[in-house]
């Protein structure tokens, strides 16, 4: 069996490649070892006890004895199918194993040597098996990552095994058993290393039931549990109650600051059903952290009178974004609007489909939490390049729209304002506002210049803006309505 050379040095270029190196180089050091005995030391961190009890024969005493259970860690055991191995013996026509079984996984190396399709050095050569890189595999197999040669994807010891330690590198979150999400956070080796040190300093789990580390929200979509995990990793930094040491601090300035000397850092984060292995459905690929932490920043900073903490305000926001469907929770407008903050695109359509969609078809109608519109509309200005005259006519207007169609019992005209088509349908209805509401819309909204923009924003947003604000205030004053009602 050949040896393997262990170190922070020639990265393959691949991420999950050299996420696995890294997870080698933590766990055993620098130097030059034994495949077999590398191979086996993963085997062991990957393979738990499981809680049940399972018997085998004893022949030296004649008897049937206990042994605990054990399988791959999850998810790992999505991807990694060797099942456990022991000699066996018949007794009254029924298998029964004679020792505990062991799990154990084989590699074979070419007599010659071969091109590594990874790394690109002169080596023996495996063929690689979804348990060592399940990024190239035969399609059929994995039906998500499959590589594009024609033939087997072929790999020296060290790539081999550093594609089976890369399952002890991810991050990953299960939303039940409907969803898994996988995290791999990609740079430089050095960074990497620094990276997962940082990651099990922060309440992570090397053996979890719902995942390894904790996220401010998630859900059943890949954009909202991203944001959730970027989140948490901001609120670390900014947190003088964090567990980060200086070293992790550093670190994390020089990630968000964008100041990383060799490799900027990408997130890789996939999405899929776990069933009997993994089916992947959708994969985001993140590296603008220095612009969404200083947006995340300019919220905090907006925030920090209030008495609570402006962090858990913000996550308040965007957690809100969810609705309760029978025993199930529905977030697929929280995904669609972190999916805008991640991509720095306009969120407000996804916000104005929650308002109509979720809001004001719940018994139970609450308008949006404290700070959602600050958050937005500093969003709005800064990210979008809104004129701040225009918002603050669009939140006076749509403040007293919706007060007033609630007092008049007029909801119809905010439906008929959110589903206007185009500028004539808009406009229709704004007249239909001032007639039957008696309010006076301003010049400013009523302008409309070329290319259909009004104050130099498209007026599907001064639309979409105005109809937010205006359901928002109707459904504060039905909540002010009922509150009195108790009372009285």
């Excluded at 029964?96 to 050569?125: A, M, Q, R, W």
């Excluded at 008049?408 to 004539?424: C, I, T």
Aim: with cysteine.
């Amino acid at each position: 069996m050949p040896k393997v050379k262990i170190s922070l040095q020639n990265p393959t270029g691949n991420f999950w490649i050299d996420n696995g190196l890294v997870v080698l180089y933590d766990l055993l050091g620098e130097g030059e070892f034994d495949v077999e005995y590398v191979l086996n030391k993963l085997i062991e961190k990957l393979v738990v006890e499981t809680g049940n009890i399972g018997q085998y024969y004893d022949k030296d005493t004649g008897s049937f004895k206990e042994y605990k259970k054990r399988n791959w860690i999850f998810p790992t055991n999505l991807f990694i199918k060797s099942t456990p191995r022991a000699a066996k013996i018949k007794i009254d026509g029924k298998e029964s194993f004679l020792s505990p079984p062991k799990y154990h996984l084989k590699l074979e190396f070419s007599k010659k040597k071969e091109i590594c399709d990874i790394c690109g050095n002169l080596n023996v050569t495996t063929k690689a098996a979804m348990w060592m890189f399940p990024f190239a595999v035969k399609q059929d197999r994995f039906a998500n990552f499959y590589s594009g040669l024609k033939r087997a994807t072929k790999l020296c010891p060290r790539c081999a095994l550093a594609g089976l330690a890369g399952y002890l590198g991810w991050l990953w979150k299960a939303q039940g058993r409907d969803k898994l999400h996988i995290f791999i956070f990609y740079s430089d080796l050095k960074t990497m290393l620094k990276l997962r040190k940082m990651f099990k300093s922060l309440e992570y789990n090397e053996n979890p039931k719902g995942g390894n580390f904790p996220l401010e929200f998630s859900g059943d979509y890949i954009h909202e549990t991203t944001l959730g995990l970027l989140f948490k990793l901001f609120g670390e930094l900014l947190s003088q109650e964090s567990n980060l040491s200086e070293e992790a601090k550093t670190l994390l300035e020089e990630i968000l600051g964008e100041s990383l000397e060799e490799k900027p850092l990408t997130l890789f984060a996939f999405s899929g059903s776990p069933g009997k292995a993994f089916n992947m459905d959708s994969m985001v690929e993140f590296s603008e952290f220095k612009t969404l932490y200083r947006l995340y920043v300019r919220w905090i900073e907006q925030l920090n009178w209030i008495e609570r903490k402006p962090h858990d305000v913000v996550v308040g926001v965007f957690r809100q974004f969810q609705k309760k469907e029978g025993n199930s929770l529905n977030s697929i407008w929280r995904d669609k609007i972190a999916w805008a903050v991640l991509e720095l695109r306009d969120p407000s359509t996804f916000i104005e489909d929650f308002m109509f969609e979720a809001k004001a078809r719940d018994d139970n109608s609450n308008p949006l939490r404290f700070g959602t519109l600050e958050i937005f509309e500093l969003y709005w200005k800064e990210v979008i390049g809104m004129d701040e005259k225009l918002l603050n006519v669009l939140r006076g207007v749509g403040h007293n729209l919706g007060r007033t169609a609630n007092e008049k019992n007029e909801m119809g005209l905010l439906y008929a304002l959110r589903n206007a088509k185009n500028p004539d349908e808009f406009y229709r209805v704004l007249n239909d506002i001032q007639f039957r509401l008696g309010l006076t819309i301003p010049e400013d909204i009523l302008q409309i210049q070329k290319g259909e923009k009004i104050k130099g924003s498209p007026w599907l947003r001064v639309k979409t803006l105005l109809s937010i604000y205006a359901m928002n205030s109707y459904l504060s004053k039905e909540r002010k309505n009922e509150t009195q009602e108790v009372e009285s």
